[in-house]
């Protein structure tokens, strides 16, 4: 049993499918079957079933998985161990990050890193706050640069505030209800009473999206329930249809500054809702070893954003 092997069966069992796992692995499907038909040879039982949803642990495949697991958990850990005492002259370091902060962030902040240390591997995943979460619990990345909300967090995990950014209301030019807005000198745009607008048309983003998460929180301590007429993936989709009049949407002001050369909009701030906002942040798992490489990272986003430099 080696590290090898033990890569082979956990990605098997992750994939439920020869085909992706070999694919994952970077071989070739038929040297991948050869490999776990020897493993299993030489352990002299079945770690795998066919059915109709793919491959399925038996129950010593169950016990291997759970030890190669454990085993590539050390493994890793020793390797960024490694790390550290080589004082950055090698190494790799393995985060997520959301797609709209990766937008202005990584093209900023990598060639900064890679400069100074250009002999760190980065492997760097794009996904939601959901899926990051997961992600950070598992211990399949060191950390994630992503949006949390104090009413959603995960107590495994380790939510280091790096940005508070406040929620507001986006609708059309002219909307009506703007006539009803509060200028304030000391904000970015005026204050608004959110039950103004509980009978209009709201476009959100899919439930298992952040945004959606800390926009229902919103609604529900404003004590409505939208009149819900299209639901998105894509946040800056349901900004441009907000434009062109098909509703209002909530979202955070950081996203307002990357697009806000397009499709005008008006934005409000959230008057009377302390839960308004969600909060930039870095996420770790405070039971994983956390390399110097990523704790370096974690330190130039820091930097970057007590800097103040523009999105």
């Known amino acids: ?49 066919r059915n109709r949803d793919g491959m399925e642990l038996t129950y010593a495949g169950e016990r291997y998985f759970l030890a190669a697991t454990k085993i590539l958990n050390i493994y890793n850990d020793f390797e960024n161990e490694v790390t550290y005492i080589n004082d950055l002259k090698k190494g790799r370091i393995t985060f997520g990050i959301t797609n709209f902060m990766g937008t202005f962030l990584l093209p900023i902040l990598l060639p900064r890193f890679r400069k100074k240390f250009p002999n760190i591997e980065i492997y760097a995943r794009e996904e939601d706050s959901t899926t990051l979460e997961k992600s950070v619990i598992d211990g399949k990345i060191d950390f994630a640069i992503m949006h949390s909300h104090p009413l959603v967090e995960d107590r495994s995990i380790k939510y280091d505030l790096i940005y508070k950014d406040p929620f507001i209301m986006v609708t059309p030019l002219e909307h009506p209800l703007s006539k009803h807005k509060i200028v304030d000198s000391k904000l970015p745009y005026p204050k608004i009473d959110l039950n103004l607008f509980k009978d209009e048309p709201f476009i959100l983003l899919g439930k298992n999206k952040r945004m959606r998460h800390v926009s229902d929180i919103i609604l529900n301590f404003a004590g409505f329930n939208p009149n819900v007429i299209l639901t998105l993936k894509n946040h800056e989709t349901a900004r441009r249809l907000v434009s062109n009049g098909f509703g209002v949407m909530l979202m955070p002001l950081q996203y307002v500054k990357l697009f806000e050369d397009k499709y005008h909009s008006n934005y409000f701030i959230i008057d009377d809702c302390k839960y308004a906002y969600w909060n930039s942040c870095i996420a770790t ?27």
Request: hydrophobic share 40%; aromatic share 10%; net charge positive.
């Open 285 to 311: 798992n405070p039971n994983m070893y956390l390399s110097k490489a990523a704790k370096v990272f974690i330190d130039l986003v820091h930097e970057y954003y007590k800097s103040g430099e523009p999105i």
């Open 1 to 49: 049993m080696n590290d090898r092997e033990l890569l082979y069966i956990k990605t098997i069992a992750e994939t439920k499918n020869i085909s992706k796992a070999a694919k994952k692995l970077f071989i070739a499907q038929p040297s991948l079957s050869q490999a776990l038909q020897k493993i299993e040879d030489s352990i002299g039982t079945k770690l795998f079933i």
